[in-house]
């Protein structure tokens, strides 16, 4: 099983800062790594789709690099909307694993 | 507009039986490797299965394998999963999600349903 860590569990941010998000795969996940944003109360939401694709209708702020065994997902200038938990996946291999996530507060 | 829509989340007693449901619109369902996902109260994604679009390949977390069982309904534009045996640790909302038609990411979500495993 591919383990997913991300880092840092926590990130303090204030509007208009740049946020930068870690995963890191314990063996090659190649470019197959997605990131997903969830608000609380709702379902998650694609962001990114093998590592650097953004969703359709995913503003442009969020940008999504790495591959192999890491990754980041990078923010560009927080919106209000912007503060939540994301979460990693990978789909190279079964079984398919998230990270832990990481919260923007 | 594209939806799926979850049923069947309830409280059952350890060892019991549960289906849960999810109806999908807006778009052709047999195209699209669909999923179930799961997270307990206050934690983290958790997959549970994921089944093909016409149904010849499934695929099982080790937790619910022998448990758990994916299926779904073309016809119907419904997929299923039907949950033996549940275990306190089963406890979480579930979500019915899409994978994309490549077998990317999960692109769209349902609510969830909650699913209480207690006696």
């Known amino acids: 099983e591919i383990v997913l860590t991300q880092s840092p569990a926590t990130l303090s941010l204030s509007p208009g800062d740049r946020a930068t998000l870690s995963c890191r795969a314990s063996?090659?996940?190649?470019?197959?790594l997605i990131w997903y944003q969830q608000k609380l109360g709702q379902a998650p939401r694609l962001l990114i789709d093998d590592a650097s694709n953004r969703a359709t209708g995913i503003p442009d702020r969020f940008s999504g690099s790495g591959s192999g065994t890491d990754f980041t997902l990078t923010i560009s200038s927080l919106e209000p909307e912007d503060f939540a938990v994301y979460y990693c996946q990978q789909r190279t291999s079964w079984p398919l694993t998230f990270g832990g996530g990481t919260k923007v507060e | 507009e594209v939806q799926l829509l979850e049923s069947g989340g309830n409280l059952v007693q350890p060892g019991g039986s549960l289906r849960l449901s999810c109806a999908a619109s807006?778009?052709?369902?047999?195209?699209?490797?669909m999923s179930w996902v799961r997270q307990a109260p206050g934690k983290g994604l958790d997959w549970v299965s994921t089944?093909?679009?016409?149904?010849?390949?499934?695929f099982y977390a080790d937790s619910v394998k022998g448990r758990f069982t994916i299926s779904r309904d073309n016809s119907k534009n419904t997929l299923y999963v039907e949950m033996n045996s549940l275990r306190a640790d089963d406890t979480a909302v579930y979500y019915c999600a899409r994978r994309t038609i490549s077998w990317g990411g999960f692109d769209i979500w349902g609510q969830g349903t909650m699913v209480t495993v207690s006696s």
């Open positions: 063996q090659s996940v190649g470019s197959h």
């Open positions: 807006g778009f052709t369902f047999s195209n699209y490797p």
């Open positions: 089944i093909s679009g016409n149904d010849d390949r499934v």
